[in-house]
């Protein structure tokens, strides 16, 4: 347990750390902060700060580096502050929704890059499993004579749209046709289409052009189904791979591994306990070190959810991130 004024001065530490990005003497304490204490007290506090591990001696500098410990302590406390509410500046993720005409790929797109653009930091958004959301029409609409569109349109209020092409030209009467038959049949099709053979299709009046038509668009559904599951929008990557050097590049690509595969979605389920979680270094994998993740569920509507996740280093802004996440509504 640690009193107040040693909180305060961990937070000195930590704070003019993240600020400056070098060690921190009693002197900048002094010189920066009003805690109306004498250098000696200062240095004594950071004597038992260090000695409870929440502060790091390093070999160059007399100062301090607040440890994975530190910021550990410092963001918590930050997450049991009241909130700072200002509905005027809200990001409003369904209004975004109905900007993008309730197109949740492109929302969750333009969020995940308003988000890093405002955090300064990587953000990812996990978006919904669609694989388990149920398709309630289909429809054709032709763009070209060999271009058509697939429109899904979901009970999760989204809708997608598929792209079609074709080597032989099909007629509008044949799209409108396999149109038809899709969206009074979906259910069925979307069971059983693939299994309905080209004799199949000719016993229902298809002519091979639009049998071929029906199969590639009931692959096309499935791979589509498949592939998004709960898929990730990635937001200023570049500020992790920018941060890449000899000295980083231990703590960075392992998260870059789990960004480039499946595997950072369960991660981020897994660590996501609160209404916003801050994991550091280790809280998140044991092999993970200067890297911490703040994540926050978020609901568009009753079956559009996911959640967010900031990704930096340890010695990230931790409070104007929170102040973020805290805007979404």
Same mark, same amino acid.
């Given at each position: 347990?640690?009193?107040q004024r040693q909180f305060s001065v961990l937070n000195a530490i930590v704070e003019d750390y993240v600020e400056l990005?070098?060690?921190?003497?009693?002197?900048?304490?002094?010189?920066?902060?009003?805690?109306?204490?004498?250098?000696?007290?200062i240095r004594n506090e950071m004597k038992f700060l260090e000695g409870m591990k929440l502060i790091e001696k390093t070999?160059?500098?007399?100062?301090?580096?607040?440890?994975?410990?530190?910021?550990?302590?410092?963001?918590?406390?930050?997450?049991?502050?009241?909130?700072?509410?200002?509905?005027?500046?809200?990001?409003?993720?369904?209004?975004?929704?109905?900007?993008?005409?309730?197109?949740?790929? !492109?929302?969750?797109?333009?969020?995940?890059?308003?988000? +890093? #653009? =405002?955090?300064?930091?990587?953000?990812?958004? /996990?978006?919904? $499993?669609?694989?388990?959301?149920?398709?309630?029409?289909?429809?054709?609409?032709?763009?070209?004579?060999?271009?058509?569109?697939?429109?899904?349109?979901?009970?999760?209020?989204?809708?997608?749209?598929?792209?079609?092409?074709?080597?032989?030209?099909?007629?509008?009467?044949?799209?409108?046709?396999?149109?038809?038959?899709?969206?009074?049949?979906?259910?069925?099709?979307?069971?059983?289409?693939?299994?309905?053979?080209?004799?199949?299709?000719?016993?229902?009046?298809?002519?091979?052009?639009?049998?071929?038509?029906?199969?590639?668009?009931?692959?096309?559904?499935?791979?589509?189904?498949?592939?998004?599951?709960?898929?990730?929008?990635?937001?200023?990557?570049?500020?992790?791979?920018?941060?890449?050097?000899?000295?980083?590049?231990? !703590?960075?690509?392992?998260?870059?591994?789990?960004?480039? +595969? #499946? =595997?950072?979605?369960?991660?981020?389920?897994? /660590?996501?306990? $609160?209404?916003?979680?801050?994991?550091?270094?280790?809280?998140?994998?044991?092999?993970?070190?200067?890297?911490?993740?703040?994540?926050?569920?978020?609901?568009?509507?009753?079956?559009?959810?996911?959640?967010?996740?900031?990704?930096?280093?340890?010695?990230?802004?931790?409070?104007?991130?929170?102040?973020?996440?805290?805007?979404?509504?």
């Amino acid at each position: 347990m640690i009193t107040q004024r040693q909180f305060s001065v961990l937070n000195a530490i930590v704070e003019d750390y993240v600020e400056l990005g070098h060690p921190i003497g009693s002197n900048t304490i002094i010189q920066r902060h009003d805690l109306n204490v004498s250098p000696a007290t200062i240095r004594n506090e950071m004597k038992f700060l260090e000695g409870m591990k929440l502060i790091e001696k390093t070999h160059s500098s007399s100062g301090r580096i607040p440890s994975e410990s530190g910021f550990r302590v410092y963001a918590k406390q930050l997450l049991e502050q009241p909130l700072n509410e200002d509905s005027a500046h809200n990001l409003d993720m369904y209004g975004m929704f109905m900007e993008h005409h309730f197109d949740i790929s !492109s929302t969750l797109e333009y969020f995940a890059r308003v988000f +890093s #653009n =405002q955090s300064h930091y990587t953000t990812l958004v /996990i978006g919904p $499993d669609h694989s388990k959301a149920t398709i309630l029409d289909i429809r054709l609409i032709k763009v070209s004579p060999k271009h058509l569109i697939v429109v899904l349109i979901f009970d999760t209020g989204h809708v997608k749209q598929l792209h079609v092409s074709v080597q032989v030209p099909i007629s509008d009467l044949s799209i409108t046709k396999v149109s038809n038959f899709i969206s009074q049949n979906y259910q069925e099709f979307l069971r059983n289409g693939q299994k309905n053979h080209i004799d199949a299709y000719r016993l229902l009046g298809f002519s091979d052009e639009e049998t071929q038509l029906l199969l590639r668009v009931y692959l096309l559904i499935q791979q589509y189904q498949s592939s998004e599951s709960s898929r990730v929008y990635l937001g200023g990557k570049n500020q992790l791979i920018e941060g890449l050097d000899e000295s980083t590049v231990r !703590s960075i690509q392992p998260i870059l591994k789990y960004i480039e +595969s #499946n =595997q950072i979605t369960d991660l981020i389920r897994n /660590i996501s306990e $609160d209404p916003i979680s801050i994991k550091i270094g280790s809280e998140i994998e044991s092999d993970f070190r200067d890297i911490a993740i703040l994540t926050k569920p978020y609901q568009i509507d009753d079956n559009v959810k996911g959640y967010i996740a900031v990704i930096g280093p340890t010695a990230m802004r931790y409070q104007s991130v929170i102040n973020l996440l805290n805007l979404i509504s």
